[in-house]
């Protein structure tokens, strides 16, 4: 949320709860600040004939907004997640079946694409599902004065002259998928994934320690 350098990236803080719903194979709530949203993941589980792939799994996401049907933008960012979910998800292993990914708004206030991801990946540990590695979100914003403000609520992206969103890897810290929009130049997006990076590491110890609570509460 602070405004910052690339030395010490500060984010909001988080809250995360997984298995929380009955119905999915995986569930997780996930908190950024005053974002928080709520992720699904049903299957692996029969496919239509019309949606198969005879090598790997098909997956579909969904984005369901508070109120009203979803727009342009929520279309955009489900293609994001996909393709992040894809690139972590060892479909191969399950091919030929379905896997569906439902995220629910609950309050939107800014880096709600981040929130998204960051809510996919604990919905996907969840169900068990196998993975190559994790993922992070991470919006950046940058304001008029081309500082740059990580994590940034609603008012702070609305002030802002570019936005951008990275998924990181939990292995190499390599960029997954980006989503960017405003202007912006070359060095400002190198920052912007410099930053991303390292902010990453403090999403990826999150998850260990949300992981080792719960499970340390079951034994």
């Known amino acids: ?90 479909s191969t292993l399950n091919p030929r079946s379905s896997l569906t990914l439902i995220l629910q708004v609950v309050h939107d206030d800014g880096s709600l694409l981040a929130c998204f991801l960051n809510a996919a990946c604990m919905a996907l540990m969840d169900a068990g599902l196998p993975m190559s590695c994790l993922f992070a979100g991470v919006t950046c914003a940058i304001d008029g004065d081309g500082r740059i403000i990580i994590d940034p609520s609603a008012v702070q992206e609305k002030e802002s002259r570019a936005l951008m969103t990275f998924a990181i890897d939990s292995k190499e810290r390599r960029v997954m998928m980006s989503s960017t929009k405003g202007s912006f130049t070359v060095h400002e997006l190198h920052q912007c994934v410099a930053i991303s990076q390292k902010a990453s590491d403090n999403i990826f110890e999150f998850y260990r320690e949300s992981v080792r609570r719960r499970y340390s509460k079951s034994v």
Do not use: H, W
């Open 1 to 90: 949320m602070e405004v910052c350098g690339s030395s010490n990236p500060t984010l909001r803080e988080f809250g995360s709860e997984q298995n929380l719903l009955s119905r999915p194979d995986g569930s997780s709530s996930f908190v950024q600040g005053d974002t928080s949203v709520l992720a699904g993941v049903y299957g692996p589980a029969e496919v239509k004939v019309s949606k198969e792939i005879y090598d790997r799994a098909t997956l579909e996401v969904v984005i369901q907004t508070k109120v009203g049907l979803p727009s342009v933008k929520e279309r955009a960012r489900e293609q994001c997640v996909r393709e992040t979910c894809e690139a972590a998800l060892l």
